[in-house]
């Protein structure tokens, strides 16, 4: 369960998606995406319209995780990224804070050296802000979702499966 | 539990359909994408092996649309059911919030139910998660099927606790949405 507060890490957030901009501007990529271990998306940068974000976060997932697979399989730790290259655009994914995962889609006219080394840089600053978040996570939205919520939700529930 | 707070106010809450090959998973998130309305769901996903048994999973994006505020998503996936599919069974289940457990009611299929089971225990542990920790019930599937074990049986060896469980015939939308509903409410009920 991914639950997002508001304001307590909004700060952090910020400045996550600030530097997400920033990396998608110097490196002219299509779009960049985080996304947590389990296929959610955190956000995004860059232009997204042109894709399905929620298959897209689910398959990076799946792809890292069956990747940490074959890492086993050769007695290595972890792959600590992916890079998948098509003709026209390209994938270049990446593991932050063992936790988060950066996906970065750009065309031909960025090479793989650029991003290769600017989302070294840019995973750096964001480790430490989701070194910080997930260290003050716990326990954090306890008393924030009462039962009057959990009522409005289970009768939106039964109204979307009936 | 995969917990990221966000500026943004949504609550993600990831079931999964886990049962052994061929017990209907598929079938239960295909007739909800059926039946939900346009509106509230994101597009089925299926990744497919040649034969037809589901390789890696099924997805499906539900939003519960807006409570006060949060917005409320639903993420749905199968799992493959074979045996040799494990690594992509437990990569499935990471930070998953609820699960459905969807027995095949056919004899012949008994055992498959009581390994698949244990497959998923193990897998679980291997998070280090118990069955008991996570929202869970059952759905004992086929119950049009001549050839099947009685609910009681079912019951006593697969459901030791007595969570929540339907008769289910998926194929014809036969006690689908039950299992869902009472895994998502009892994983909400968690959030607090
Ligand atoms: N008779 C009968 N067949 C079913 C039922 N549910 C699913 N099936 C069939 O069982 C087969 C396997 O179903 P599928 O959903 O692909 O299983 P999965 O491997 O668990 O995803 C398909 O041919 C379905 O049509 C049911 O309730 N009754
Ligand atoms: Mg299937």
Known sequence: ?????????EEEFRKIKENLEELCRDIKALAVLLIDKAGQLITTAGNTSFLDIPSFATLSAADFAATSNLADLIGEYDFTTLFHQGKEKSIYVSLISDQVILAVIFTKETTLGLV???VRKVSKKLEGFFDKIFADIEGEYVGMIDD??????????????? | MSLINYSSKEINCKIVYYGPGL??????????YSKVNPESRGKLMSLDTELDRTLFFDFLPVNLGKVRGFTLH????????QVYYNASRKLILKGTDGLIFVADSQIER???NIESLENLKENLAEYGVKLGDIPLTMQY???DLPNIVSIEELEEVLNPRRVFFSEGVAIQGIGVFEPLKEVSKKALRRLK
């Open chain 2, 110 to 112: 008994f055992e498959d």
């Open chain 2, 23 to 32: 017990g209907g998973k598929t079938t239960n998130i295909k007739y909800v």
């Open chain 2, 74 to 81: 639903f993420h749905l996936y199968t799992v493959p059911g």
């Open chain 1, 1 to 9: 369960m991914t639950v997002s507060k508001g304001n307590h890490f």
């Open chain 2, 141 to 143: 599937n086929k119950r």
């Open chain 1, 116 to 118: 290769r080394i600017k």
């Open chain 1, 148 to 162: 009057d919520f959990i009522g409005e939700a289970e009768s939106e529930l039964d109204s979307l499966f009936e």
